[in-house]
Each structure stands twice: as C-alpha cells, then as structure tokens.
C-alpha cells in the first residue's frame, strides 16, 4: 500500500487533508513541524509527501533534501494563493508539483492515483523527460545533451503553472521553440500561443499592438482593434526580445501583468485578460536593467522561473543530432540520401557556432546545396572550415533576380556579424522591421 507524509501547521486542515489520502488507499503520516517531519522520515519512506511551505519552525522546502534521499517520488508542496511566486521556488529546487488553499481536491486526487498506480504497477507510463532521454527531442526541442536534459526537466516543471517564465539565451539557440514547448506542455495547449518581437515593430505602435485600441483614438484607427493580450485570451504570450520594449511602455505592461486587466488605447472600460506571459532575451537581463534597458520590476515580474538555453558549442553531440536533422529535411524534400562525412562532422563540431543552432541550420542547408552524396569539409562554409576570406564578398550572377541577390545579401551579412540584426540593419541601410519582415519571409519560403 503506497504511503503519504503530510506536514501542516493547521491541525484541522491536516486532519481533512490525512482522511483525503487515506481514502485514496494511502497509509499516512502527519506532522505539524519541521522537526516532527524529520522524525516520521527516519522511520519509514514516503511515496509522495504534501508539506506545507510555512511552517512554526522553518520552511518546507528544508525537508526537500531528506525526501530526496528517501526516493520520495512525488512532493506537493501546499501554500496559500497570496505565495504562488514561493511555490513557483520550490519547483525550481526541486518540488514536483504545488497545490493552493483551499485545495483543488479534483486536482489532488488525480496525483494520488498516479502516485498509487506507479507504486502499485499498473502503469509502466513515463515522464516526458523520460521519453525526451529516449527520443532525443521535447516538443520542438532536439537534443540529448545533458544541458538540453536540464532545460526539459524545467520546462515539464513549470508548464503546469501559471508562472511567468523568463527565456534568456544567445542568439539562435531556440529561445522561440523552448517557448511553443512550453506552451504546448501547459492545460493552455488548446488555447492561442501569439508571439510578438518587440524588437520588429516600432515603438509608436507596439502599445496599440499590445494593448488594442479604439476607434478615433489616434489618425488611421478605423475600427476597434483588440491587441495581442486580448486575442490570447485563455492562452499564452510570447514576448520576444523583451528589452527591445519602449522603457516608457515597460511600466504599462507591468501593470497589465499583476493586475490582468487592461484598458485600450482611447478606451475608458477595464478589459479582463487571462494570459501567461513569457518572456525572452539574448542579452544579459541584469545588465539589461543597469544599461536602463529593461526596467528593474519588470525584470523581477518577469523572471519568476528563468529558463537558460545553452549556446550550441555546449551541447557536444548535438551538433552531429542536429546536423542530421536538418540534412534529413532536405533529403526528404529532394528524395535524396546525402550524408555528412567523418571529416566534415569533424569540423563542424570544432567550430564555435557563434549564431548557434540558427547558423548550423543555414551550414547544413549550404553544404546540401555544394555536395553530391558524400558531403564532406569542403561542402562547409570556410568560416566554418576556419579559412575566413580577407575581405567578405558575394558573387552574383548576371540576370539573376533583385530578391534573390537582396537575400544573398542580407543572409551574408547577417553571417559576417554573427546575427547582430541591429547591426545588420544599420549597415544595409534598412529599418529593422524591414530585416525581421525579410528573414519572415525567406523562412516561408524555405518551408513551402
């Protein structure tokens, strides 16, 4: 028979709380401190342990080492509605799941019965970071480097909550598909996931495409026009390069965070929004906040549950995991078989990947296009062979298109500059809305 530890200061809740398991075919333990918890642990095992994270003597997260090293399988972690951001802690370090008062007996049940079955053997079901460890990919995540296995774990933790998360991350290193993982692991999956860069529209619109508007409220408006908030109403926000943002709109959006409403530009009347908002950035945001680019309360909204993505050049086998996979769509497409030989997977892995999984994704793609069936090093670009051209040029051809020769041009520079688009953008002489419109649509184009 599977066994529960329950640890709460209130004894009356403990009592209810301790006849709900046992209905559920548990034995239970109760204790009302940290110390009598201890006791009740030396003497038997828990399968799962629900503790209450304000306790007479200390904190519940105290107990977490002692229940790990007794294989506790499951710990629930009990906290009112006004320490949320607490529980969202106690994940991080290693709770499994958080339950608020009064509890949601729906919810808790259906953990006990996945507890009593996995102790019982009914089910041989595994945890999707299980699976993820088996099938090399979460959702649209690809990797079975132990840094991806550590960026998994936290996205399965935290997907159940309405935490707001906080993606930090170089440059191409999947901070975008971390996000849709994340959304698609949440109960919001049949909801809207919208994702706005807010680094590609410009700053007199970005309120109106936040927040919406109303008719008349400005020249060129109309017509009502609900903003993304409204529109992923149920769902989930994603908010790409977030210290991109207006400073002056960062207070705005601050607001509409902790108080889940919002009113529209030129409007009078308070519109509810029930949103999860994550966030991402590719710069440092501590440094973000002392350059004055990300407002400090912001910045600590935000990162309720940061998540780090690591840069391509940590990830060690990845690169041949995602090398492949990416020659694979393009075999798949052109019904061919090339592959990538011993000397080319060589280099690859002795590169630096300065524009991470974005640049490998490009490298792949180029070194398809100049090889036959056996693509070996000299299919790879030379700065990835590490022979960089004195002066960086492109070669057109006489009758080829604008497009493709403005394509050629930005995609190289972009190259040239490791990613930098602000850069880019500067250099070429266009805005960066302009770039961002562009690269949107040579990925269409790449994907019909």
């Known amino acids: 028979m599977p066994h529960a530890l329950a640890v709460d200061d209130d004894p009356n809740f403990l009592n209810g709380l301790a006849e709900l398991i046992e209905a559920q075919g548990f034995t239970t333990n109760t204790a009302t401190n940290l110390r009598d918890a201890r006791e009740r642990l030396l003497h038997t095992r828990p399968d799962i342990a629900l503790i209450d994270l304000r306790l007479p003597d ?107 998360v ?17 959304h698609m692991l949440s109960d919001r999956s049949e909801a809207p996931f919208l994702p706005l860069n807010c680094g590609a529209i410009t700053p007199t619109l970005i309120e109106s495409e936040l927040f919406g ?8 408006a109309d017509k009502r026009h609900k903003g993304y908030f409204e529109r992923a109403h149920g769902g989930t926000l994603f908010l790409d390069e977030i210290t991109e943002m207006p400073y002056e709109l960062q207070v705005k959006l601050l607001r509409v965070l902790e108080t889940r409403q919002l009113v529209r530009i030129g409007g009078d009347q308070t519109v509810e929004v029930d949103v999860r908002v994550i966030a991402a950035t590719n710069r440092d945001p501590e440094k973000a906040v002392a350059d004055g680019k990300l407002r400090e309360d912001l910045f600590y909204r935000l990162s309720v549950f940061p998540v780090h993505m690591p840069p391509l050049r940590e990830r060690g086998e990845d690169v041949d995991l995602l090398a492949d996979y990416f020659l ?48 070996d090093a000299d299919c790879l670009p030379r700065r990835v062979r590490g022979e960089a051209p004195a002066l960086p040029r492109i070669e057109i051809e006489v ?50």
């Open 166 to 182: 906080l993606v930090v991350g170089e440059s191409g290193t999947g901070k975008d598909l971390a996000s849709q993982t994340l």
């Open 58 to 164: 200390g904190s519940g997260l105290e107990l977490l080492k002692e229940l790990e090293r007794s294989n506790t399988s499951e710990v629930i972690v009990i906290t009112g509605h006004a320490d949320v951001d607490s529980a969202v802690e106690a994940l991080r370090v290693g709770a499994t799941d958080y339950l608020t008062k009064p509890l949601d007996v729906a919810r808790l049940k259906e953990i006990l019965s996945t507890v009593s079955e996995n102790e019982l053997g009914f089910t041989d079901s595994r945890s999707p970071v299980e699976e993820a460890k088996e099938n090399g990919r979460l959702g649209l995540l690809l990797g079975a480097s132990e840094p991806m296995f550590e960026v998994y774990r936290q996205l399965v933790r935290v997907a159940p909550t309405d935490a707001t």
């Open 399 to 448: 009758g080829g298109t604008i497009a493709d020769t403005e394509r050629r041009l930005i995609e190289a520079t972009l190259e040239q500059h490791d990613d930098d688009k602000k850069k880019v953008a500067k250099l070429l002489g266009i805005s960066l809305k302009t770039l961002y419109n562009r690269l949107k649509q040579y990925e269409e184009e790449d994907d019909a």
């Open 213 to 220: 508007h109303e008719r008349g409220s400005f020249t060129g």
């Open 328 to 375: 694979s769509i393009h075999n798949e497409r052109n019904e061919t078989d090339k592959a990538f030989t011993d000397d080319a997977r060589e280099t690859l892995h002795a590169h630096r990947w300065p524009g991470n999984v974005r640049e490998l994704k490009n490298v792949a793609h180029q070194a398809y296009i100049m090889g036959d069936k056996k693509l």
